[in-house]
C-alpha cells in the first residue's frame, strides 16, 4: 500500500495506466472493459478504427475508403412509409447522409469501451432508442452485433435500420449494390428486402478496381428479411453515378415493438480486390448455413414445351377447352397419341429429359392463366394425360409435367373473372398446395413450370414444404428468382436477343437472359456448377441477328444453360441438340464437361 501510494504520489501510477491502455490498443494486450479514444485493427489488407461514434474509418492500405459513424435509426416512416404515426427513432430526411449527419450531431450519450485487441462495444442513447454494438474483427473482416432497445412505450419501431459510413472510392463504383429513391421504398415497401425479386441476393459487394467491400447479413435468424442499400450523395441527374461517393445503410424486416429490444448481426470485409467470390466468401458461408445444399437432383438434358391453351374465343362446341388444334388438342385420344409421337419422338432422338405442358386445363374463361388450381382437369384430358400422356411417356423414360402456380390461390373477382392472391405460409396454406402436387403426381406429372413463383419469403418456405413432399427428382423451374429459392428448385428464364441500337440498346449484338447470367454464375458459385438447374427458351429478337453469330443453342449450353424447345420445333432441332449435348454434357445430364 505504502509503494502505491509512493508510486501516485510520484506519477508513475498514471504513467503505468496511460501505457497499459496503449498496449491494450495496439493490440499487444487485452485489457477488458478499458475505456479509450479508439480501438485500430490492421489486418492483412485493411485497416479499421472504432471510436465512440462506432466504425468511424475504413483504410485499404495507406487510402481511408470510408469515413463517419455507425448509428440505429428507424426508417420506417421516412423511407417505407412505413409506421407513420411511429416516433421513436425516427430522423429527418430521406437520404442516409443525412440520417446519418442528423444523429451525429445530436448523439450525446455515447461510450467506447475496448473489450480486447480484437473486440470493442459502442454504446448509444438517443431519445426512446438505445444501441449496443459489439465490433469484433478477423483479419479483414469485422463481425457487428447491435442490439437495438426500443424504450418507447407506445411507437414501433417499423424498420430497424443501421448506417452512416460515407464510403469514397476512387472511381464510381461498380458491383451488386442496391439503391432506390425513397419514392420507390415506398412503393413496393418491404418488396424491396431480402429474399425478393428487387433483392435477389443477400450479399453485396463494391468496388473500384482497386478496393473492394463486400457485405453479409449475420447471426442466427432463419429467414432475415434484409437491405444493404448503397445511397447516392448527390441524386440530382447526371451526378448520381457520375459521384464515386456512397452512404451505406443495413435494414432490416423485423419491427421492434415497443419496450422491446432484439439483435441485428453483419459482417463486412475490407479488400484490396475487386473479386467478387473474395468479397462475397463471407455471404456464402451465411448462405449455406441458413438454406442449405440443393435438396434436388439436376438434370440439364433439353426440356420440350408446349403452350395447348388458345383464348377464351377458342371454345366452342367442337373444342370446349378452348384449345390450339392438332397435336395439342389433349381431350382427343388420338391427338394426345400424336402428341407423343410428335414431341416424344423428338425428345427420344435428342436425349432430352421431357416436356413441360402450359395450359393442361385447358382455357379458362374466367382467366388467370395459368392456374392455380392447375391439377383440376377437364375429365376427358384427365384421362388422356393419365392413360396415353404420362403412360408413354415413362414408358420412354421421359418426364411429363405441367405448369403450376403454387404461391397463389382463385378467387372469382366478379361474375365473369377470376383473380389471384398470395399465400400466406400458415401451415394449412401450404398443405393445401401440398396436396395439388399430389393428386397431379398420381396422374403421372413429374415436373413443373412454376409460374408467379419464387422471390418471396412466402416462396421459400412454401417451396421447402413441397421440394420436403416431392422429392428430389421431380425438376421444378421457378419464374421468379431469388437465391434462397435456388436450393429447392431450379429456374426458369427467358433470353432475347439485342442488337447493337436496336430499341435503345447500346451494347454489343448479344443474347440477354432475363435472370441475368451474372445471377446464374453467382447462384453456381454458391451451391456447385452441377447442381442448380436453369432451363431458357429464345423469347425477343430485337434487330437483326448476324449472319455467322452464335446460333441461341449453342449459346445455351456454351453457359450451362437448358434449352426449352417449343414443341413444333423438337424433331426439327433433334440431332443438333444431341449433338451440343455430346459436346457440353455427360450422358446422363448431370455433369456440365465443358
Not at 419 to 427: F, H, I, N, S, Y
Amino acid at each position: 500500500m505504502k509503494l502505491q501510494e509512493a508510486m501516485k504520489a510520484s506519477g508513475a501510477m498514471g504513467t503505468i495506466r496511460r501505457s497499459l491502455k496503449t498496449l491494450c490498443l495496439l493490440g499487444v494486450i487485452a485489457s477488458p472493459g478499458v475505456a479509450a479514444d479508439a480501438l485500430v485493427h490492421k489486418g492483412p489488407a485493411a485497416t479499421f478504427t472504432v471510436t465512440a461514434d462506432g466504425l468511424s474509418s475504413i483504410k485499404i492500405g495507406e487510402v481511408e475508403v470510408a469515413a463517419g459513424g455507425w448509428y440505429a435509426w428507424n426508417a420506417g416512416p421516412t423511407a417505407f412509409n412505413l409506421g407513420a404515426s411511429s416516433k421513436a427513432g425516427v430522423y429527418g430526411g430521406y437520404y442516409v447522409r443525412d440520417v446519418a449527419g442528423q444523429i451525429a450531431r445530436q448523439l450525446k450519450d455515447k461510450t467506447l469501451t475496448v473489450v480486447g485487441p480484437t473486440e470493442a462495444r459502442v454504446r448509444h442513447v438517443l431519445g426512446d432508442l438505445a444501441c449496443t454494438y459489439t465490433y469484433r474483427f478477423d483479419g479483414d473482416d469485422v463481425h457487428v452485433a447491435a442490439r437495438l432497445e426500443n424504450n418507447s412505450q407506445r411507437d414501433e419501431v417499423a424498420v430497424p435500420a443501421f448506417g452512416g459510413l460515407r464510403f469514397q472510392f476512387a472511381q464510381p463504383p461498380r458491383g451488386h449494390m442496391t439503391v432506390w429513391h425513397p419514392s420507390y421504398l415506398h412503393h413496393i415497401r418491404l418488396d424491396a428486402m431480402h429474399p425478393s425479386h428487387p433483392s435477389r441476393i443477400g450479399g453485396s459487394y463494391a468496388t473500384d478496381g482497386t478496393v473492394g467491400i463486400g457485405l453479409s447479413p449475420a447471426g442466427p435468424d432463419r429467414f432475415p428479411r434484409t437491405l444493404f442499400l448503397w445511397d447516392f450523395d448527390d441524386w440530382n441527374p447526371g451526378r448520381r453515378h457520375a459521384v464515386p461517393v456512397r452512404w451505406l445503410a443495413y435494414m432490416r424486416g423485423e419491427p421492434l415493438a415497443p419496450g422491446s429490444a432484439a439483435t441485428f448481426h453483419m459482417v463486412l470485409r475490407a479488400a484490396a480486390t475487386d473479386d467478387w467470390k473474395r468479397l462475397l466468401e463471407p455471404y456464402k458461408a451465411h448462405f449455406l448455413r441458413t438454406y442449405g445444399p440443393v435438396r434436388y437432383n439436376a438434370d440439364h438434358r433439353a426440356v420440350a414445351m408446349a403452350c395447348v391453351n388458345h383464348s377464351p374465343g377458342a371454345i366452342k362446341p367442337d373444342n370446349p377447352y378452348g384449345l390450339h388444334g392438332d397435336f395439342r388438342r389433349l381431350d382427343l385420344p388420338e391427338m394426345a397419341a400424336k402428341f407423343v409421337d410428335v414431341v416424344g419422338g423428338g425428345l427420344t432422338r435428342a436425349n432430352g429429359q421431357g416436356v413441360l405442358i402450359w395450359g393442361q386445363t385447358g382455357q379458362e374463361p374466367r382467366g388467370e392463366m395459368y392456374r392455380t388450381d392447375f391439377d383440376v382437369l377437364p375429365s376427358e384430358i384427365e384421362r388422356n394425360w393419365r392413360d396415353v400422356l404420362a403412360r408413354r411417356f415413362h414408358e420412354a423414360h421421359l418426364h411429363i409435367g405441367a405448369a403450376a402456380r403454387p404461391g397463389e390461390v382463385t378467387y372469382r373477382r366478379d361474375w365473369q373473372h377470376d383473380g389471384t392472391m398470395p399465400l400466406g405460409d400458415r401451415a394449412e396454406h401450404i398443405e393445401m398446395v401440398a396436396r395439388r402436387f399430389e393428386a397431379f403426381g398420381k396422374l403421372g406429372a413429374d415436373m413443373y413450370y412454376l409460374d408467379s413463383f419464387g422471390s418471396h419469403p412466402n416462396d421459400v418456405k412454401i417451396m421447402m414444404a413441397l421440394r420436403e413432399r416431392l422429392g428430389p427428382d421431380v425438376q421444378t423451374f421457378c419464374e421468379h428468382q431469388c437465391d434462397a429459392i435456388v436450393p429447392f428448385s431450379g429456374m426458369y428464364s427467358e433470353t432475347d436477343f439485342r442488337a447493337k441500337g436496336s430499341s435503345g440498346w447500346d451494347g454489343a449484338d448479344q443474347y440477354v437472359p432475363r435472370s441475368g447470367l451474372w445471377f446464374i454464375q453467382f447462384c453456381r458459385w454458391m451451391l456447385g456448377e452441377d447442381k442448380v438447374n436453369v432451363v431458357s427458351r429464345l423469347y425477343e429478337v430485337r434487330g437483326k441477328v448476324p449472319d455467322g453469330f452464335e446460333p441461341p443453342l449453342r449459346f445455351f449450353y456454351r453457359n450451362h444453360i437448358t434449352p426449352l424447345i417449343a414443341d413444333y420445333q423438337v424433331k426439327a432441332q433433334a440431332d443438333e441438340v444431341r449433338k451440343l449435348q455430346e459436346e457440353f454434357l455427360s450422358p446422363d445430364g448431370k455433369k456440365w464437361i465443358k
